[in-house]
């Protein structure tokens, strides 16, 4: 047979993996740094925990998983002969596949309420899975990287979550803009343009602005069945991008009050990348319910690298009512994007090893290979070609695997007890003891 | 509605993950350092790759996914009329869940192998799923740990996997006995018995030796047909466990020699943990073909903590022919159990932040926000109480979290540029200054 992987997943090679690695374990240390605990939940959920909290399309989108055994026994006559796929879906399946971390977390936290201890800070790095037509950018497995805090509606933890963006992408070398905004700030808008009611509306079209510019957006909201003067003063309000220009009523008054005392926690920290008010910013239509956060790269033309913000009532589904929270989450693939576009990656990560010990006889190979222990000791990797090979097809395998190092050891060598290191990129090569072996491949 | 886990699946709260993650990262390391690197598979695969290759019974076990969509519009009616629930998964269900790493790991070798460069060493640590029925200690999606060389022959690989079971398990701290045994040797054995046609049931028979005693297993193989002497001369051979004693017909010498030359490559190695020659070991019906391995804990009764081998023809299936390779395997959760119950976890792993900042008033919740930053600047885990509340509740927040430390700070240290430092565990309080403070943090 011809094998082949399922429509829209992904192997990662070793030095994808290692790339990928590389971020998310840079993302967990500013993560653990800042308090926030690992969490991880299972890949299946029951059904009745996945249902209707995504929306109709979520659903649709959800990976269910067939009862084993035998899963029709108890199912309807009528149901099977009607071919009703939806309407037969309960009575086959009763699990399905994480499809965010949002709603696992909600149920952790219902579940273990009195276990846990407010304010709760967790994160979590696992994939999840949509059954989404796969296409360029877009796969039916990917990873989620989360950060939340529940329990607590202090504006510290908005302040605190976007020093770990600043951080993780100063750290990871993308260059960002880091962009805050108050739900209530816009719908504080839309009061006093006096078009409350089409706030949600509103929303979506200004989130449009980057792609469709100011004409377009205008037209938008006018199809809302807002009014020319309206929709001309949101607009202008918009790009003003002032926030001290948002007082103008008590919702964005609460907005501005919000965004200014998130402003106000990290006014010594110091930003390498820019944290700024940006009024478009409206996270679509998501449960958030306090501030809005967003990360749009600025070297590179891509889309935002994670968003977030606060939402009231993430529990209250699973019967923990009232509890606040607020948390980020990370894009990783679109990271790993731009990591590869812009080489940020550091090559060492494309060295298996630091050095390919290579035999010349069956005696080296064993002195190689107790060589290798010692450098290994020592945490460097390293390895030994595991056989004795002619010499080109030895340093054919070290230039494939992109080793630097090769340490040839022959009957001179071994009696000598020393090594010929050859450093592949420039040819040279030295003879070394033990301990300058170690101290160069460190 | 009241949130409950799938059956059989688990939750890993802050504690529980972080301990797991030390066991990974542990292993992780010594991997690394032996030049394996990581690869990862996808969750899901297509139900080609993974039926027939865990037998009957695996294929029952395996998790079917559901298509999405319509997915009874090309269902036959005669099938769904009969309810029969086995011949209805093909028309209904084209992907599965990982069932183990291995096919998973054939398939990418088998797919990839023009980018592959041999010897390939892979580690692997991901979840798979099992419909098997839940019990203690059985879940339906736990942890596999597998590292792998393919390509090769040379019994250097063994000799290093199981300096790498003898590296994870001293330093994780739990005191092992490595067995090694090789299938041939075995085979001989029941040549040399009279008995090559028992082979398997001989296996099967002695693999419970630890279980059943001496009687037991040669009322088991009695009843596969042997001659009391020929039992009781198997019985012997296996109990006397002197390696030079298997040199008796062509088979076993394979399997002395083999044994021998493992045993030769880590002469001056120095194992912490006994690498004992095991002939009962049989490692089942499993697709070995050369050495076997396990791990058994010496201080704790529990089965085995990892096992492996070697195995000539794992790519075969998907049309890769004649690629041996050698793995081996670790326990996650049963690693997990025996570090839990020798209390063999770093104790600060149960600290989720080395220190809480205290605030007495709004002025000093800023202040310490700006320490904690400087504080996590070096890479120390600090947290701050989000808000001005009363010093009981803070120190019982820090109590219940198992944070070593509180740091205190007033009207009084914030105008002296200081902070009160208490001990939690002593109630010891001093009063210090910033870099006094990342000293004893640190």
Chains 1, 2 share one sequence.
């Not at 374990?25 to 969490?39: A, D, S, W």
């Not at 839309?190 to 200004?206: D, H, K, P, R, S």
């Not at 009024?279 to 977030?308: D, H, K, N, W």
Request: proline fraction near 4%; hydrophobic fraction near 35%.
């Amino acid at each position: 047979m011809k094998p082949a992987l399922a429509k829209g997943t992904r192997d990662f090679l070793p030095l994808q993996a290692k790339k990928r690695k590389y971020i998310f374990e840079l993302i967990e240390k500013v993560f653990l740094t800042y308090g926030y605990q690992p969490l991880e939940t299972p890949a299946m959920e029951n059904l009745s925990t996945l249902t209707g909290k995504y929306g109709e399309e979520g659903d649709k989108l959800l990976f269910k998983i067939l009862n084993s055994g035998d899963y029709l026994k108890d199912t309807t006559d009528e149901v099977l002969q009607e071919k009703d796929s939806a309407k037969l879906i309960p009575q086959i399946a009763e699990k399905g596949l994480r499809y965010d971390l949002t709603v696992p977390f909600a149920r952790v936290v219902a579940m273990n309420q009195h276990l846990i201890h407010f304010p709760f800070k967790r994160y979590q790095i696992q994939n999840v899975w949509r059954a989404d037509k796969p296409q360029r950018g877009r796969y039916r497995e990917f990873y989620q990287c989360d950060a939340d805090v529940v329990g607590s509606t202090s504006l510290m933890y908005e302040a605190e979550l976007m020093q770990i963006y600043d951080q993780v992408f100063s750290q990871l070398g993308i260059a960002v803009e880091i962009q805050i905004n108050h739900r209530a700030l816009l719908e504080g808008l839309a009061v006093e343009a006096g078009c409350g009611e089409q706030f949600t509306a509103m929303t979506i079209a200004l989130d449009k602005l980057d792609k469709i510019g100011d004409e377009g957006v205008k037209q938008e909201l006018l199809k809302t069945g807002m009014q020319e003067e309206q929709a001309t003063w949101i607009l202008q309000k918009i790009k003003d991008k002032r926030l001290h220009e948002f007082q103008f009523n008590e919702k964005s008054l609460l907005g501005y009050t919000a965004i200014q005392k998130v402003m106000q926690f990290n006014k010594n920290y110091g930003f390498q990348n820019p944290l700024k008010f940006e009024p478009c910013l409206a996270r679509g239509l998501s449960y958030y319910t306090g501030c809005i956060f967003e990360v749009v790269p600025t070297a590179i033309q891509m889309g935002s690298l994670g968003g977030g913000g606060r939402y009231d009532n993430l529990t209250g589904v699973f019967g923990l009512k009232n509890i606040s929270g607020v948390g980020i989450s990370f894009g990783a693939d679109r990271i790993y994007d731009v990591m590869e576009e812009e080489n940020l990656f550091p090559d060492s990560l494309s060295e298996p090893v630091k050095g390919l010990f290579m035999a010349l006889d069956e005696e080296s190979l064993f002195y190689c290979f107790d060589t290798a222990h010692f450098v290994r000791n020592a945490g460097i990797p390293v390895d030994v070609y595991p056989e004795v090979a002619k010499l080109q097809k030895q340093f054919g395998y070290a230039e494939k695997m992109k080793i630097p190092y090769a340490i040839i050891v022959g009957d001179e060598e071994r009696k000598s007890q020393s090594y010929n290191l050859k450093e592949l990129s420039t040819g040279e090569q030295t003879k070394i003891n033990k301990t300058q072996l170690l101290d160069l491949l460190r």
